[in-house]
């Protein structure tokens, strides 16, 4: 099928739209009637936008904060929220820390991580989505089913051991139920949900929204935490990332890269159906 070709203005009001809606605030109007009541996108398309999303605000996270970080001497823990405890949420923790907040806001969004060698027996995959893993396993590709006991859609992607403070710190685990990760692994997978198979623009904007606002949110518990640092030196919060010495970018740094990477991509899902397309 021939990409139809987008006006400039088009690609503008979405990247307005999308601007504006990352503060946290859905867009009040959309500038039609028909965008906000047509349900354009199917239920599989947003899920795999926003897990896209995910994916690079977990390597980033993997990467730049915890890999680079931990060179600098920064710590990162488990029980990270733990008064006692000065450090930072390891990279799973940081994903739960975005599903919790999500489901405290009125998206009706879901968000697990799973594997079938888990650290945490609680996070084994099981039933269908054990059955489903397999199959990532061997192809990497992402699986779609409807929960029939739960009635809701659900999407799963691979979770990839993408960088090496993935796989050192789960074959060191004392509760890893494997020792022997390799770069490349498939390592899990993250489960997503939503409740109906179709998702207006307004729908799957908020969808994205709820996903960075976690971000937001679990990024700065974290810089929360730092500054009730007791007995560990404190990093120097700004533009700077820990690749450049004993420092830590803002959430707002943060999320600002998170988006450079993530937009155009995201902005293209959203694009081809959502806004209205000029004829030309
Ligand atoms: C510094 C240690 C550390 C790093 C780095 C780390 N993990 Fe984990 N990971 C853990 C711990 C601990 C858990 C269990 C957390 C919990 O749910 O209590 C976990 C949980 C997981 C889970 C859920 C299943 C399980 O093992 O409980 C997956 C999948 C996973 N990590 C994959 C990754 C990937 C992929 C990366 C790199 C992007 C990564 N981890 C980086 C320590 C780490």
């Known amino acids: 099928m021939r990409k139809p070709k987008l006006s400039k203005v088009v690609i503008a009001i979405a990247i307005t739209k999308l601007l504006t809606s990352c503060g946290g605030t859905i867009p009040e109007e959309s500038?039609?009637?028909?965008?906000?009541?047509?349900?354009?996108?199917?239920?599989?398309?947003?899920?795999?936008?926003v897990a896209a999303e995910n994916d690079i605000t977990r390597t980033l996270y993997t990467k730049g904060i915890v890999g680079a970080g931990k060179k600098q001497g920064l710590k990162f823990d488990e029980d990270?929220?733990?008064?006692?405890?000065?450090?930072?949420?390891?990279?799973?923790?940081?994903?739960r820390g975005i599903s919790s907040d999500i489901r405290k806001s009125s998206v009706p969004l879901g968000l697990y991580l799973g594997s079938d060698f888990p650290i945490n027996a609680s996070n084994k995959l099981e039933g269908k989505q054990a059955e489903l893993f397999k199959k990532i396993k061997a192809n990497q590709k992402p699986?779609?089913?409807?929960d029939e006991s739960q009635k809701l859609h659900t999407a799963m992607f691979a979770d990839m051991a993408m960088a090496a403070p993935c796989v050192n710190c789960h074959n060191d685990h004392k509760n890893t139920t494997k020792k022997d990760w390799k770069l490349g692994d498939v390592m899990?997978?993250?489960?997503?949900q939503y409740p109906s198979d179709s998702l207006s623009y307004k729908e799957a904007i908020g969808v994205l929204n709820a996903y960075r606002?976690?971000?937001?949110?679990?990024?700065?518990?974290y810089l929360a935490e730092i500054a009730n640092f007791k007995n560990s030196k404190k990093p120097n919060i700004g533009k700077l990332w820990p690749s450049k010495g004993f420092n830590l970018p803002t959430a707002e740094v943060f999320i600002d890269s998170v988006r450079k990477l993530t937009s155009y991509k995201s902005l293209e899902v959203l694009?081809?159906?959502?806004?209205p397309v000029a004829s030309n």
Not at 33 to 41: L, T, V, Y
Not at 213 to 220: E, H, I, L, R, S
């Open 31 to 49: 500038s039609s009637e028909a965008i906000s009541s047509n349900k354009a996108f199917s239920v599989e398309e947003i899920l795999e936008m």
């Open 80 to 95: 990270w929220q733990d008064d006692e405890v000065e450090a930072g949420p390891l990279p799973a923790l940081f994903l």
């Open 143 to 146: 699986q779609f089913f409807y």
């Open 188 to 192: 899990g997978a993250t489960t997503w």
């Open 213 to 221: 606002n976690g971000t937001k949110a679990v990024y700065n518990a």
């Open 271 to 275: 694009v081809k159906k959502g806004a």
